[in-house]
Structures are given as structure tokens and as C-alpha cells.
């Protein structure tokens, strides 16, 4: 038997991916032997389809068995007719979740776990929709409130990709520094987490958070908020619940990058260890410079 697992890393105690269709890697594990393979997700960067080409890439590999974060419709329809089944909802080490299928603690999801994620043909169809209908109208189940809340989902996610092909380049090219150039307008809120009054290199492990209000490109109000205990998509939640919308730091893993993509969230990563206003000021002047991402594990 084969198990294909995604995943945050390339080794057995790296963390099982909360995206399917776009995790970084997918590691192919013998249960019996524990004799792995590693393989990264080419489906990661296209615009539309990851989760059927890669359902498609591990039943090539001979998978039986699919352990994921989420799995969403197209992937799971894919995954069914190749007889392979999906267990979603994972949260822990690549290594733990074979010894809990081993063991039997888990249990084969039977319904997506998200909703389908649209490509770049969706984002087409469903502007149209937008200027057709009137807002909370449905068509083909889709509201208009919910196509939205997926485009935002879908801005950050290529965001992220096209952050983590510059700090290849700037890998490459041995010019480690890039300046987010964005101006960003309106009302918004921005989060920065803070250790010793200074921006955190380690999202997850921040003393507090300064909470910013952004209005017509100045600070209206700053606010220090202590967040809750680091657990697995706590702090993400959080921050969403705050109603968040951009996040500075120096450092945060793939696992967290990943709650914030779902949710929609800005993340800007490579931060220096400066003042949080000072780099509130800078992005909202578009002459922040950051670095490579320093715990991107």
C-alpha cells in the first residue's frame, strides 16, 4: 500500500499541508516499511485545476490512500473514480499521521471539505455573474457574497506565489532585499506581531500583536492585544475574527501562510526586526524592503 500525504516539507516530521491541490510537496509513504518519496506539487502554481491534476499526479504514483488537510470537490471526485480514498481534516507531522492510520484512529472523509476553488475561467464567469444579478442572488449555488469571499481568497494566494517566486529570484540573483511597492487605499486593519517592541522574526510565538487601523493611507488608531495560546490555526483565527487584513512579520511557517490564504488574508513576510509604525508607515509609503521569510518551515 501507498499513502500520499501533503505536506508542508520534504522529510517525515515535516506538517501535513492543510491545502491538497496546492501544497508545497507530496510524500508517498509505504505504511509497512515507512520507505518514502518525495515529490513537488507542480499543480502548486496554476491558476486553476491544482486539485484535479493533483489528484490525478498520486494516483500515477500509485496512492491508495490520501491524508490532507482539505480536499475540495473537483479533487475528491477525481480522487473517488481512481479508487483512492481521502482522509481530510489532518492536523499534525506526516510521521504521526501514518502511525494514527496504522493504528486505525483514522477515518475516510466521504464529502469535500471545502468549496470549489475557482480558477482563472472562474474568476471570469463569475464577474459576469456579478454584473448580471443582484447581490445575494444565487446562480449555479453560488451567492454573490460568497464569489467574493473566494476572488479574496484566490488575490492572496497569488500573492503568495508571486512573493515566493521573487524571493527565489532574490535568492538566485544574491539580492536578498525587495520592496513591497503596493499603496494600499481605503479602511483596513493591519496586525504586526511584536517581541521586545520590535517586529517578531517568529509569528507564531509573538509576545502581542499591534492592531492598526488604516484609513485614507494614515493610522487612525494602534492598538497592543495579546494573542491566544499557539496552537494549530488559532492565531489565524483570530486575527480574522479581529477582521484583519494585512499581516507584517519577520518570519511565519507554510501551515500558517496556508490559514490565511483561506481566509483571505495579506501576509507580508521577510520584515525587518524594526518599530511595527515605522513599518506601517513604510508599506503605506510602498518603501518597505524585506527580506527572505527567516521560519518558513
Not at 10 to 16: A, H, I, N, T, Y
Request: hydrophobic share 35%; with cysteine; glycine share 12%.
Amino acid at each position: 500500500m501507498k499513502i500520499a500525504i501533503s505536506s508542508t516539507g520534504k522529510s517525515l516530521d515535516s506538517q501535513v499541508d492543510p491545502r491538497f491541490g496546492r501544497c508545497p510537496y507530496f510524500i508517498i509513504v509505504d505504511p509497512e516499511s515507512m520507505e518514502y518519496e518525495v515529490f513537488e506539487n507542480q499543480s502548486m502554481a496554476l491558476s486553476g485545476g491544482a486539485g484535479i491534476q493533483a489528484a490525478q499526479f498520486v494516483a500515477s504514483k500509485g496512492a491508495e490512500v490520501v491524508i490532507t488537510g482539505n480536499c475540495g470537490p473537483n479533487a475528491m471526485r477525481t480522487l473517488e473514480a481512481a479508487g483512492i480514498k481521502v482522509i481530510a481534516g489532518y492536523s499534525g507531522t506526516v510521521r504521526q499521521a501514518i502511525e494514527d492510520f496504522k493504528t486505525g484512529k483514522l477515518t475516510p472523509t466521504t464529502k469535500p471539505t471545502v468549496e470549489t476553488h475557482f480558477g482563472m475561467g472562474g474568476m471570469g464567469r463569475g464577474m459576469g455573474m456579478g454584473m448580471r444579478f443582484g447581490m445575494g442572488m444565487r446562480f449555479g449555488g453560488v451567492t454573490q457574497e460568497s464569489e467574493l469571499e473566494e476572488l479574496k481568497r484566490q488575490a492572496a494566494e497569488l500573492r503568495r506565489q508571486l512573493e515566493r517566486i521573487e524571493e527565489r529570484i532574490s535568492q538566485l540573483t544574491g539580492t536578498p532585499k525587495r520592496t513591497v511597492t503596493e499603496k494600499p487605499s481605503g479602511s483596513f486593519r493591519i496586525a504586526i506581531p511584536i517581541d521586545n517592541g520590535l517586529i517578531s522574526q517568529h509569528f507564531g510565538h509573538a509576545e502581542r500583536f499591534l492592531i492598526a487601523d488604516i484609513e485614507d493611507g494614515k493610522i487612525k488608531k494602534t492598538e497592543y492585544m495579546n494573542p491566544p495560546p499557539h496552537e494549530p490555526g488559532a492565531i489565524p483565527r483570530w486575527l480574522n475574527e479581529l477582521g484583519v487584513n494585512v499581516i507584517i512579520t519577520g518570519g511565519m511557517g507554510r501551515r500558517a501562510l496556508g490559514y490565511f490564504d483561506q481566509y483571505g488574508i495579506r501576509v507580508i513576510v521577510g520584515a525587518p526586526q524594526i518599530d511595527p509604525i515605522r513599518a506601517i508607515e513604510e508599506y503605506l509609503r510602498g518603501t518597505l524592503e524585506v527580506g527572505e521569510n527567516v521560519c518558513d518551515h
